[in-house]
Structures are given as C-alpha cells and as structure tokens.
C-alpha cells in the first residue's frame, strides 16, 4: 500500500512589531522639542592644558559658570578647588586672565559710550525724541562694567582715595595687609560664585542711582 504523504506544518506565527513610542504632544497638540543633549562628564583631574582653556575663556569675557557649562570643562566647585592655593601656577594665570577681562570690559564702556544710535527715536509726527529709557539702560551697563573693572584690576581700574591729616598734623598712617593680585582675583571668584544674589543686588541699585541723575 503507499503510504500517506506527511502533513505539512503551519508556517510560524508572525511576531507583532513592536511600534514606535509616538512623539510627545504638548498641551496644544503641538510635537513637543527634543531634550538637548546632555553635558558629557564633566572632567576633575587637572591639567596645565584644561587651565590655560579656561583662563582663554575667562579673558574672553566668560563667567565661571559659562565655562563650567561647556563640554570637557571641569564642574565650577571643580575650578574653585584648583585655586584654592593647590596649583600657584594656575592661579597666577587665573588672575592674569582676569586682569584680560577688565581691559575688555574698558574697551565695551567705551563702546557704549560711543553709540548713541539709539539714544532717539522719531515720534508719529516725525518730531526727534530722546529715549529715556535707552539712555538709562546704557549707564546702568556702563557702571556695571566699571564696578567689575575695579574688581578685577583695582591698580588700573580701581577709585584712588588720599587721605590727610590736618594742616598741623601728619599724614594719617593705616597698616594693611596687600594682597597679590592672584589673591584679589580669587576673593573676587567667590563672592560672585558664592553669592550671586549679591552682585543682582549691586545691579539693581545701580539701576536705581542712574535712574535717579
């Protein structure tokens, strides 16, 4: 007798495709943006080459906390433990940067001063008018920059006081302890990382001394 064929088997059963998470709706129906990629590690061991990266950006007009956001720049607690007297190296050419920094900031007050572009305005009648406000807001800008300037560079920068005695009597005499630039510039270095409410605090009321002339 012949024998029966063998029965053919079921081909396999199709796995489901796993579908793609759809993209993240706003409130208004709208696709919401892209997180931005986060900051690679943020790198602690120093170098000669990392310092003199950062002290390039610090005289170029950038804070510590502009810095320390960058990709393959040290956490800012990082850098202010670098300076806390442990690379003498490093903050020497810290304070040099800053010193960069002051000059730029002379050379923006300058600017500042120079541009009156926007200091009028024609009205609906064609009549010139001065705005106020501009001209407000370019002192404030100018006097925030003078306050860092002296910070930064108190030899170039800074206010100089004489103080004297009576026409009978000598010269007052004070003894203080000079601080060396690199020390200056650290000092400085925390009280604006440390206490950034109080430079915002500064800002203010220099706003309200401009607004006041």
Same mark, same amino acid.
């Given at each position: 007798m012949a024998s029966k064929p063998a029965p053919k088997k079921a081909p396999p059963a199709k796995k489901p495709q796993a579908k793609k998470p759809a993209a993240r709706k706003s409130a208004a129906g709208i696709?919401?943006? @892209?997180?931005?990629?986060?900051?690679?590690?943020?790198?602690?061991?120093?170098?000669?080459?990392?310092?003199?990266?950062?002290?390039?950006?610090?005289?170029?007009?950038?804070?510590?906390?502009?810095? @320390?956001?960058?990709?393959?720049?040290?956490?800012?607690?990082?850098?202010?433990?670098?300076?806390?007297?442990?690379?003498?190296?490093?903050?020497?050419?810290?304070?040099?940067?800053?010193?960069?920094?002051?000059?730029?900031? @002379?050379?923006?007050?300058?600017?500042?001063?120079?541009?009156?572009?926007?200091?009028?305005?024609?009205?609906?009648?064609?009549?010139?008018?001065?705005?106020?406000?501009?001209?407000?807001?370019?002192?404030?800008?100018?006097?925030?920059?003078?306050?860092l300037a002296s910070k930064m560079a108190p030899k170039k920068y800074g206010d100089k006081m004489a103080i004297g005695g009576a026409d009978d009597l000598g010269p007052v005499q004070t003894v203080t302890k000079e601080m060396t630039d690199a020390e200056r510039a650290v000092r400085l270095a925390r009280a604006i990382n440390d206490n950034p409410a109080a430079l915002q605090a500064l800002v203010a009321a220099l706003s309200k001394k401009g607004a006041a002339k």
């Open positions: 696709d919401a943006p @892209a997180k931005p990629p986060k900051k690679l590690g943020a790198p602690s061991t120093y170098t000669p080459e990392l310092a003199a990266a950062i002290c390039e950006h610090i005289a170029a007009g950038k804070s510590l906390r502009t810095i @320390a956001a960058l990709d393959g720049m040290p956490a800012q607690s990082t850098i202010m433990v670098w300076l806390d007297g442990k690379h003498p190296d490093f903050t020497e050419q810290y304070a040099r940067a800053r010193e960069a920094q002051a000059d730029k900031l @002379a050379e923006e007050i300058l600017s500042i001063a120079d541009d009156g572009r926007s200091d009028t305005y024609l009205d609906a009648e064609g009549n010139e008018k001065t705005d106020s406000e501009v001209i407000q807001r370019s002192k404030l800008r100018v006097e925030a920059r003078k306050w």
